[in-house]
């Protein structure tokens, strides 16, 4: 993290954490990556972890300078059952957001979240 | 003036929160059986007592908590985290809990702000 422009305490409007550019990111990156993919549990272990790097990557790119990111993603296979997720932070509701997005097909769905914190 | 910064002290704790994420799982689902009516208010339950108990410890930090209910049919699940923060400072927990009829798993993120 680099020390300059310190003296900011709030990102300007254009520098916010946008959630629907940072979910069209995540969609893309998704079908991509998952399109026609089986649930395998040899593979899913390894898939998960290279779709999180990939969508940080890719967010990184965005130019959200200062905000940190955490990426969180969720697969699991389509068997029936029911599952619920909910998620609850404290921050700065003005200035930290978070992305999410939702990728179903018949043998499997993923479900990824970006939270983005700035750092002050 | 000078600053005594505890390196212990102002990075974040996981053991910590993991006994917590524990006892909050445990105080809201402990005893129940799955069930469809009930999953949403347990996982908002269990995500706003994390939080509160996280607070009260009155660290610098902003935390993000997720929690997520699954119904054991066989079916496999994965999480996996990616994150570009101070990792001297930052941390996260990830709590693995479950019962005859379900799967719970909690991931804590805490993000330092000082």
Known sequence: MQGSDAYRIRPSHQDKFKPAIVKECIREIMREQLSGVQYDPENVQELSKSLGDCIKDKVKTLGLDRYKLVVQVVIGEQRGQGVMMSLKCLWDADIDNYAEDVFKNDSLFCLVAVFGSYYY | ?114
């Open chain 2, 1 to 114: 003036m000078e600053e005594f910064q505890n390196g212990n002290e102002s990075s974040f704790n996981s053991e910590e929160a993991d006994n917590i994420v524990k006892e909050c799982i445990e105080s809201v689902v402990g005893k129940d059986d799955y069930s469809q009516n009930q999953v949403n208010k347990w996982t908002s339950g269990i995500v706003e007592r994390c939080i509160s108990q996280l607070i009260k410890l009155g660290k610098p930090f902003k935390y993000i908590v997720t929690c997520a209910v699954m119904q054991k049919t066989g079916a496999g699940l994965h999480t996996a985290n990616s994150c570009y923060w101070d990792t001297a400072m930052d941390g996260s927990c990830t709590v693995r809990w479950e019962s005859r009829t379900m799967y719970c798993v909690v991931s804590v993120f805490a993000v330092s702000i000082a």
